[in-house]
């Protein structure tokens, strides 16, 4: 019973420091150095699908939709590759496309984490 207690004291804390952590505002300087990372992460991205499904970079950045408006951008980004391909996505390719996604979305969380280090 004390473990779990000295637990569950250690999640309560460490959640709170995370929270504290993440209302600091950043400095002119993190806010550049995650900008830029963040810029990193989704070029990255970009290069990684239009190697899985064999189309120009381009192509996959006119079909990426506007950040912060879709609910899951990654669908649309698939529609949107299919609209213009004209044929529909294997299976196999959508999985590699969620998992660069997901890729790229863990490398601007550790951006993030970063900056405020800096």
């Given at each position: 019973?004390?473990?779990?207690?000295?637990?569950?004291?250690?999640?309560?804390?460490?959640?709170?420091?995370?929270?504290?952590?993440?209302?600091?505002?950043?400095?002119?300087?993190q806010a550049?150095?995650?900008?830029?990372?963040?810029?990193?992460?989704?070029?990255?991205?970009?290069?990684?699908?239009?190697?899985?499904?064999?189309?120009?970079?381009?192509?996959?950045?006119?079909?990426?939709?506007?950040?912060?408006?879709?609910?899951?951008?990654?669908?649309?980004?698939?529609?949107?590759l299919e609209?213009?391909?004209?044929?529909?996505?294997?299976?196999?390719?959508?999985?590699?496309?969620?998992?660069?996604?997901?890729?790229?979305?863990?490398?601007?969380?550790?951006a993030e984490?970063?900056?405020?280090?800096?």
């Amino acid at each position: 019973m004390t473990c779990l207690i000295r637990l569950l004291t250690i999640c309560l804390l460490s959640c709170v420091a995370t929270m504290a952590y993440a209302q600091q505002p950043l400095t002119p300087a993190q806010a550049a150095f995650l900008k830029a990372e963040t810029r990193k992460a989704d070029n990255h991205f970009v290069q990684r699908v239009s190697v899985i499904v064999g189309v120009k970079e381009g192509v996959v950045q006119s079909a990426m939709p506007e950040k912060g408006r879709i609910a899951d951008p990654v669908a649309r980004l698939i529609a949107g590759l299919e609209r213009s391909m004209g044929q529909p996505l294997a299976e196999d390719r959508k999985v590699q496309i969620r998992a660069a996604d997901e890729e790229r979305l863990n490398a601007i969380k550790a951006a993030e984490v970063a900056a405020h280090k800096k």
